[in-house]
């Protein structure tokens, strides 16, 4: 019997879910699970996670005590409520899930660092090592630099909403554990900056990812290749052999449903025989690539700004539960 694709880039590539609904992680039985802000925000809507939802913010609640606002109560649920979904899909994938640091805090080393060992403090105290857990931090300079010393306290991370060469080196440089380079973003802002359509190999996002994965191959980097971000299954075909992939619930099911062979794109072997020269990057050489670079410099800001207003909109969300469900109850009639 033919295997599908899915089984077939499985053999290739290890396959993380990207996503925050725990019944999506139970069907595909990921290695791995990454969420975001937004799938955050996503997931505590739905009525099925609203026990996850309601018993965080009556812990922040005990925690804080009556006299607390029911912002701050909000604000401290919002912090833990990441970390109650990570121990849900811990109990589920048998490798990491990716748990991120408040995306407001993306250019300031002092803080990320303050948090991430928040984070990882409180997975200690749920009895859960931190080799199953990964920090996730936007990849500015700033959020680059505290991770180099993160890694250097054995705190794993994975520098997310990365979209240029430059970024990526300065992540591998640091020591960082795993990338994420964001395909279908990158895509995203193509298409609309040049009104054309692209397939394939041509499809930017993939020459981006592939460029990144040969470089660190070339020159035996230890930090993995995680491509994120697809917008459809072509996507995914043409990074067949790449480290991971992060994929959506709907293009899992895609890959699951597609029957025809699938072949290795990328390898450890090819691209240590590419001709590929070494680039040094240093604050001063990653500020002039960025500006030099629109895509990266535009889909950065624009994604920082995207998981800080998913955050804000948590928070509010959060205050809004809360006030329910401190309200008195009716009398019965």
């Known amino acids: 019997m033919p295997q599908n694709q899915l089984e077939q880039l499985r053999t290739y590539t290890t396959v993380v879910a990207d996503t925050g609904d725990i019944q999506a992680m139970e069907k595909f039985r990921p290695t791995d699970a990454t969420t975001n802000p937004s799938l955050i925000t996503a997931a505590a809507q739905m009525p099925q996670y609203q026990p996850i939802v309601d018993g ?40 990491r899930v990716s748990t991120e640091v408040d995306a407001r805090l993306s ?52 520098l997310t909403l990365l979209f240029g060469l430059h970024q990526a080196i300065a992540c591998a440089e640091a020591g960082v ?44 980097y230890k930090t993995v290749v995680m491509g994120a971000s697809f917008r459809n299954i072509g996507e995914i075909q043409q990074l067949a052999g790449c480290d991971l992939l ?55 800001k624009e994604g920082i700004e995207g998981f800080s207003a998913a955050l804000v909109k948590l928070e509010t969300l959060l205050a809004a539960r809360l006030a329910a469900l401190e309200s008195p109850t009716p009398a019965a009639v």
């Not at 994965?213 to 020159?219: D, S, V």
């Not at 691209?271 to 950065?300: G, S, W, Y």
Request: hydrophobic share 45%.
């Open 246 to 300: 992060t994929i959506s619930p709907t293009l899992l099911a895609e890959l699951e449903a597609t029957e025809a062979p699938l072949s290795r794109k990328l390898s450890l072997e090819a691209a240590q025989n590419l001709p590929i020269e070494k680039i040094v990057v240093d604050k001063q050489a990653f500020v002039a690539m960025h500006a030099a670079d629109r895509m990266a410099t535009d889909k950065l």
């Open 56 to 95: 965080v913010l009556l812990d922040a609640r005990k925690e804080l005590g009556a006299a607390a606002t029911g912002q701050a109560v909000a604000n401290l649920a919002f912090q833990r409520l990441a970390i109650a979904f990570g121990k849900k899909i811990l109990a589920i994938v048998p490798g």
């Open 177 to 220: 554990t795993l990338i994420s380079p964001f395909v279908g973003r990158i895509l995203d802002w193509y298409k609309k900056d040049t009104g054309k359509t692209y397939e394939g190999a041509d499809d930017p996002g993939v020459k981006s990812v592939t460029t990144i994965y040969n470089y660190y191959k070339k020159f035996g």
């Open 107 to 158: 250019y300031n080393t002092e803080a990320t660092i303050a948090q991430a060992r928040s984070i990882i403090a409180q997975y200690d105290h749920a009895g859960i090592g931190r080799n199953r857990i990964l920090i996730k931090i936007a990849s500015t300079w700033e959020g680059i630099r505290a991770a180099e010393v993160l890694e250097r306290e054995g705190i794993h991370c994975n």
